[in-house]
């Protein structure tokens, strides 16, 4: 959608990104044969069904966001707003918003996640919190003991992207619960001089970050489906 606004052709899914929609497409096409064969009587599998489709579109989302800020960065040549003319100055607020979407699109995705994990393994997650995260959800595994091939998985990619995930969670809280995210870098150069200009943050890095956080829901998302899949064919097979 973003990409057709912005004037560039649509999306070619590879790498990653590829696996991981198909990994979830073909959880679908599992849960409509099931539907189809038993008529869930409970409706648990369309649940399933409308929950993964969900996330197909948080992972849509999050990886257009990615897209466009970075698109948006590329047109910053100034390092500081006062030195931008009009036209800089409107990509520099275009590059923000789709920066902070992204970040807070990262812990959505992962949130949303963590609801299906919750529901698909039956852990209790409520019982410890009512509102829970993904890492709550991610908790459970080792407290019940259950699924340790797919809760270490889990557990080591989330180990690998620890440093960007703190950051990325930092800007989230600021952002979400104190003050515009950009603004927290703007007080800081305050405090270091009272005058002069203000720098940019390091967008290039704030870019990087941004992508990390992006292909470790990739990762998730494919280990997570990659896995029910697996178990899935195992028990059909039963």
Known sequence: MLRSLLGEPPRQNDGIFAS????????????????????????????????????IFSLEELEECLFAATFFRQKVRKDSVEDMDSQERADYARYVYFYKDGFIRVFSALDKLGTVLN?????????????????????QFAYFKVHPDLGGKLNAIKEEYRETLNILRRRRNTEVHYMNSEMKDDLWQRHQA??????????????????RGYQMVCETYLTVFGYVQQRWKKIVES
């Open 119 to 139: 529901e698909l393994f039956d852990l209790k997650t409520s019982k410890v919190k009512t509102h829970f995260s993904y890492f709550t959800v991610l908790r």
């Open 20 to 55: 991981s929609m198909d990994a979830m497409g073909q959880t679908i096409q599992l849960l409509q044969r099931e539907i189809k064969d038993h008529q869930d009587p409970s409706h648990d599998y369309r649940k399933l069904e409308i929950w993964t489709r969900g996330l």
């Open 194 to 211: 009272l005058f002069g200009k203000l720098e940019l943050e390091d967008l290039d890095q704030h870019i990087r970050d941004l992508e």
